[in-house]
């Protein structure tokens, strides 16, 4: 009984550390497109900023892995999509509220 406990908690605290690194890691990306291409409408349609995305997503991969959250064998396609999505959702949603709001740095 108390092993069971053991590993639903460190599922747990796998499953918050994930999400809230691609949360935080989108909405950096968000602010990082704001100093970068501004708030006017040539920063709204620069394409260059879902380049600075697909960066932050990629970048996550090595620092997860690195940070030992998970095994080698228990990485796979599920996880990667779902940082992609949580980056990207983040990003897309943060950016698009700096957008509408005219926020500068």
């Given amino acids: 009984m108390s092993t069971e406990s053991i590993s639903d908690r460190y599922e747990h605290i796998r499953s918050v550390s994930v999400t809230a690194l691609s949360a935080l890691l989108g909405v950096a990306t968000a602010f990082v ?36 959250i998970y095994n080698e064998d228990e990485f796979g396609a599920k996880h990667y999509l779902f940082i992609a999505f949580m980056t990207f959702s983040l990003w897309f949603v943060t950016w698009g509220i700096l957008l509408t709001t005219g926020v500068t740095i």
Avoid: H
């Avoid at 970068?36 to 409408?41: Q, V």
């Avoid at 920063?43 to 940070?67: D, R, W």
């Fill in 33 to 68: 497109c704001l100093s970068l291409y501004g708030t006017g409408e040539a920063g709204a349609q620069n394409q260059e900023a879902l380049l600075v995305v697909l960066g932050a997503i990629v970048i996550q991969f090595p620092l997860i892995k690195l940070s030992g």
